[in-house]
């Protein structure tokens, strides 16, 4: 299923603006609509940097999660959330609460995923004063975090019925919740480490502000527009 074409960065950004109000505030997305929402903010990124070529058409499809077509090659793009179910419910439950204050996902952890809403709105609003992170350092975690995610992802594109394309890129949210993380060391950890890209020809990773890209020599920090941000905060504003 098609979501846009675009033909040059001008016609993008129309088409940009246009796919948010379909994606909605977080708290009424689902897996799909997440998903689209992080590849959108990804492309704006990308784009900025140049690192389109036109005409450009991203569709929806399964397995890979989307295909972007750009003159001379098609790429599958598998795009994950790398924050444990429960957690990305706290945060999409803040958001709806218009809680200005940290998330520290440490504070949720062990929570069975059926825990009521009550529950995670008392947390959110009163964490429990003994949580906190344990053992190795916060961006260690992270990293981790990010590991697990690609292990996932390998083992789903080596299984039957996964389409193989001549690009493929793997795109994560890494929203891990924990103020004062250092990103720019958890990129680093996850370079070190000895299989972290492994059969996908590109790694991207959203967080915050920032999209990091990989063809596995190391990263490339780039920024994500204005124009998405605010976007997006009007879109959840008005819902």
């Not at 419910?89 to 218009?98: K, L, S, T």
């Not at 996902?105 to 809403?117: I, K, M, Y």
């Not at 690009?167 to 720019?184: H, Q, V």
């Amino acid at each position: 299923m098609k979501i846009f074409s675009a033909d040059d960065s001008s016609s993008l950004r129309e088409a940009l603006r246009s796919c948010l109000p379909a994606v909605g505030a977080r708290i009424r997305r689902d897996q799909g609509a997440a998903e689209t929402w992080v590849l959108l903010r990804a492309i704006d990124a990308l784009d900025l940097a140049a690192r389109l070529s036109f005409p450009v058409t991203l569709s929806k499809r399964e397995r890979p999660d989307f295909e972007l077509a750009m003159p001379g090659s098609i790429t599958g793009v598998e795009v994950s959330e790398c924050i444990p179910q429960t957690y990305a419910r706290v945060q999409a439950i803040a958001e709806d609460m218009q809680h200005a204050g940290p998330l520290w996902r440490d504070a949720f952890e062990g929570l069975p995923t059926a825990v009521s809403r009550d529950e995670l709105e008392r947390r959110i609003t009163s964490p429990p004063k003994t949580y906190g992170y344990n053992g190795d350092s916060m961006e260690a975690l992270a990293a981790g975090d990010l590991s697990n995610s690609i292990d996932l992802k390998l083992m789903a594109r080596a299984k039957p019925g996964f389409t193989i394309y001549r690009e493929n890129w793997l795109l994560l949210y890494s929203n891990t919740g924990r103020p004062g993380l250092d990103f720019a060391q958890v990129l680093e950890r996850l370079r070190s480490s000895s299989h972290w890209i492994g059969s996908f020809s590109q790694l991207l990773i959203l967080h915050s502000q920032t999209l990091a890209v990989s063809r596995g020599n190391g990263f490339s920090v780039l920024s994500v527009p204005d124009l998405m941000r605010s976007a997006d905060a009007a879109t959840t504003a008005r819902r």
